[in-house]
């Protein structure tokens, strides 16, 4: 969030409400201090929320970085509040984008974009309740849209926020290639 907000992007960040305390600090900022490997500063924050409607708002492009596990309640809450044309990023997939395909088709087809990566744009750590630290940013990074007839146009947009990014040839290749999916 904060590396996107340096770089000049609206950014909105949205946590579930179980898990509030996480943001707390960040909501009453509206900001995150970033360090190390990538953008550097004190990154304004649009909206800090556990209202996923409000965090939608407005949004084009929508970035999910949470543990697989969590994927399908994603799915199931974040498929009622999407409009057409958003694009929907699971970093990292790990085929999360399935979940969301199922329940977009029982919503009459809403048709929104798909994708995954390999694994997360950046190898960092929280080193402070609104404060984290980039030990670098992730090169070769591998992204598919789902279906992949769909990824040259996700990889289009995509590719404005992370140019080191690559395709692949579809969900089923960028999970096996996340050795954390391998148990």
């Known amino acids: 969030a904060g590396d996107l907000s340096l770089a000049g992007l609206n950014v909105?960040?949205?946590?579930?409400?179980?898990?509030?305390?996480n943001?707390?600090?960040?909501?009453?900022?509206?900001?995150?201090?970033?360090t190390g490997a990538?953008?550097?500063?004190?990154?304004?924050?649009?909206?800090?929320?556990?209202?996923?409607?409000?965090?939608?708002?407005?949004?084009?492009?929508?970035?999910?970085?949470?543990r697989a596990g969590s994927h399908e309640r994603v799915g199931r809450e974040l498929?009622?509040?999407?409009?057409?044309?958003?694009s929907v990023f699971f970093l990292p997939g790990s085929m999360g984008s399935l979940f969301l395909y199922n329940e977009l088709k029982s919503l009459a087809g809403k048709r929104v974009m798909l994708a995954e990566t390999i694994t997360l744009p950046y190898a960092a750590r929280k080193t402070g309740p609104d404060s984290v630290k980039v030990h670098r940013r992730t090169g070769n990074l591998g992204i598919s849209a789902f279906p992949a007839k769909d990824t040259a146009k996700m990889f289009g947009?995509?590719?404005?926020?992370?140019?080191?990014?690559?395709?692949?040839?579809?969900?089923?290749e960028v999970a096996l290639c996340n050795t954390n999916i391998i148990a």
């Open 12 to 21: 909105n960040l949205f946590e579930f409400s179980a898990f509030e305390g």
């Open 157 to 172: 947009i995509f590719n404005t926020y992370y140019p080191a990014s690559h395709t692949m040839k579809n969900i089923l």
């Open 38 to 66: 990538a953008r550097t500063g004190t990154a304004k924050i649009n909206v800090v929320t556990s209202d996923l409607a409000e965090a939608l708002d407005g949004a084009e492009v929508i970035m999910i970085t949470t």
């Open 79 to 86: 498929a009622p509040l999407l409009k057409e044309g958003q």
């Open 23 to 34: 943001i707390e600090l960040l909501r009453k900022l509206k900001a995150i201090k970033i």
